[in-house]
T-cell receptor, first 112, second 114 residues
Framework: DQQVKQNSPSLSVQEGRISILNCDYT??????FLWYKKYPAEGPTFLIS?????DKNEDGRFTVFLNKSAKHLSLHIVPSQPGDSAVYFC???????????FGAGTRLTVKP | NAGVTQTPKFQVLKTGQSMTLQCAQD?????MSWYRQDPGMGLRLIHY???????DQGEVPNGYNVSRSTTEDFPLRLLSAAPSQTSVYFC?????????????FGEGSWLTVV
């Protein structure tokens, strides 16, 4: 069972506009959420995270929003740049748990 | 600044063959893990280790063995390769396995079983 779901396999946006990537989860025990970015032929790299005690975390152009009641989180990229084109994975884990679950990924394409 | 190093990067195996994917990290991380990435499935945890001498199963452990004799190394063994094990494999490490610690990934190993 996929406990973390990214229902949009791909997203295309214009340079300078906002990119919004969505993620839903089913396990109410998850309390820590991360976004990873992956370029072709490379391993995923950590982008931004949020714990369940917050509903927003911002780092430069990247902001992650968490809606615990809806079991939903989103990643906003503003403004989007062509270098942001990559696959973005949402991940979640429960405190003190070594089992991190990943979504299937969303391929973001930012057009110049 | 090596980080997490995986070898080989590409491998083709025949059904029934065995092989070992190597993984090493130079960050003195206690926690290491192996994931596989398949289309539409994201990254799935195969096995993990919270320290030398300790290993445990993840979400999809069948057909794989691991050992952790040193802090630095965490090899993944395919005992008898099957076409269903065709995938991209990522080794990862973090300071410990608790949530809140960033996981660092290797560059991946592309395995094809024919």
């Amino acid at each position: 069972d996929q406990q973390v779901k990214q229902n949009s396999p791909s997203l295309s946006v214009q340079e300078g506009r906002i990119s919004i990537l969505n993620c839903d989860y089913t396990n109410s025990m998850f309390d820590y959420f991360l976004w990873y970015k992956k370029y072709p032929a490379e391993g995923p790299t950590f982008l931004i995270s949020i714990s369940s005690i917050k509903d927003k975390n911002e780092d430069g152009r990247f902001t992650v929003f968490l809606n615990k009641s809806a079991k939903h989180l989103s990643l906003h990229i503003v403004p989007s740049q062509p270098g942001d084109s990559a696959v973005y994975f949402c991940a979640a884990s429960a405190q003190w748990n070594n089992d991190m679950r990943f979504g299937a990924g969303t391929r973001l394409t930012v057009k110049p | 600044n090596a980080g997490v190093t995986q070898t080989p990067k590409f491998q083709v195996l025949k059904t029934g063959q065995s092989m070992t994917l190597q993984c090493a990290q130079d960050m003195n991380h206690e926690y290491m893990s192996w994931y596989r990435q398949d289309p539409g499935m994201g990254l799935r945890l195969i096995h993990y280790s919270v320290g030398a001498g300790i290993t445990d199963q993840g979400e999809v452990p069948n057909g794989y063995n691991v050992s952790r004799s040193t802090t630095e190394d965490f090899p993944l063994r395919l005992l008898s390769a099957a076409p269903s094990q065709t995938s991209v494999y990522f080794c990862a490490s973090s300071a410990d396995g608790n949530s809140g610690n960033t996981i660092y990934f290797g560059e991946g190993s592309w395995l094809t079983v024919v």
